[in-house]
Nanobody, 113 residues
Framework: QVQLVESGGGWVQPGGSLQLSCAAS????????MGWYRQAPGKQRELVAI???????NYADSVKGRFTISRDNAKNTVYLQMNSLKPEDTAIYYC???????WGQGTQVTVSS
């Protein structure tokens, strides 16, 4: 059974930082493109960042320069370092394995003062 388990979410003040983790089990993530997505209340789910098996990354314009996606294949884990957080970053953040298509259950990130 494949599981992607996100952790690291929580509440943070504007300008703060959080690091999300996505631990995979039942699937080996090396050789696979992995991604982070988010869904804010009343909005559609959107891509935040992806990382290919070769380490190539791509980011949504809204997070470029603030978020960093990385992977540790030895730990079968993907990370999302989020700095300079803004209230508009508030959302449920989901980890995804693109091929085959698997999603985590999500972790809530709330940015407010």
């Amino acid at each position: 059974q494949v599981q992607l388990v996100e952790s690291g979410g929580g509440w943070v003040q504007p300008g703060g930082s959080l690091q999300l983790s996505c631990a995979a089990s039942g699937i080996i993530i090396s050789g696979r493109t992995m991604g982070w997505y988010r869904q804010a209340p009343g909005k559609q789910r959107e891509l935040v960042a992806i990382i290919t098996s070769g380490g190539i990354t791509n980011y949504a314009d809204s997070v470029k320069g603030r978020f960093t996606i990385s992977r540790d294949n030895a730990k079968n884990t993907v990370y999302l370092q989020m700095n300079s957080l803004k209230p508009e970053d508030t959302a449920i953040y989901y980890c995804r394995c693109l091929t085959p298509n698997y999603w985590g259950q999500g972790t809530q990130v709330t940015v407010s003062s």
